[in-house]
């Protein structure tokens, strides 16, 4: 059996059907396996110089070393040609808003007991909130 980027390339479609930057980064998932493909991305195609986003350094000095393998995981999937050289860019996850974060967090610590004035009344409110919580 063919592998399907095989015979979708071999298929006289429009030039713009779909590119080899679309297929190079569809069959990156499969060339790298599950756990790697976690940690990158295959963003774009620089001729034949696939560019993948990986999380930090030692992501990228662990793909580095394994490049090689992978080059032939991706001319088994694509065809030899389509994928000459890969490029590793460290690029951070992003971040959460810092203001949206910490409005949650100070909705979290403030307790709508604090309001009731009487201490008896207090006690007896955050008891029973316990005891409906538990």
């Known amino acids: 059996m063919e592998r399907a980027s095989k015979v979708i390339r ?27 493909a976690v940690h990158t991305r295959a963003v774009r195609m620089v001729r034949t110089r696939l560019v993948v986003e990986v999380e930090d350094k030692t992501w990228q ?8 393998f992978i080059l032939f995981n991706l001319r ?17 996850r992003r971040r959460e808003p810092q203001r949206a974060v910490a409005a949650f967090r100070a909705s979290l610590q403030a307790d709508e007991a604090d ?3 009487d201490p008896v009344l207090r006690g007896l409110y955050k008891a029973s909130r316990k005891k409906a919580l538990a």
């Not at 071999?10 to 790697?36: F, H, N, Q, R, Y």
């Not at 793909?63 to 090689?68: F, V, W």
């Not at 088994?76 to 951070?92: I, Q, Y």
């Open 10 to 36: 071999g298929l006289t479609l429009p030039c713009d059907a779909i590119s080899a930057e679309e297929l190079a980064c569809a069959a990156w998932p499969e060339a790298v396996g599950k756990k790697i």
């Open 115 to 117: 309001a009731i004035a």
């Open 61 to 68: 000095r662990q793909l580095m070393t394994l490049s090689a």
């Open 76 to 92: 088994k999937h694509l065809g030899s040609g389509a994928v000459e050289d890969l490029e590793f860019r460290v690029t951070p």
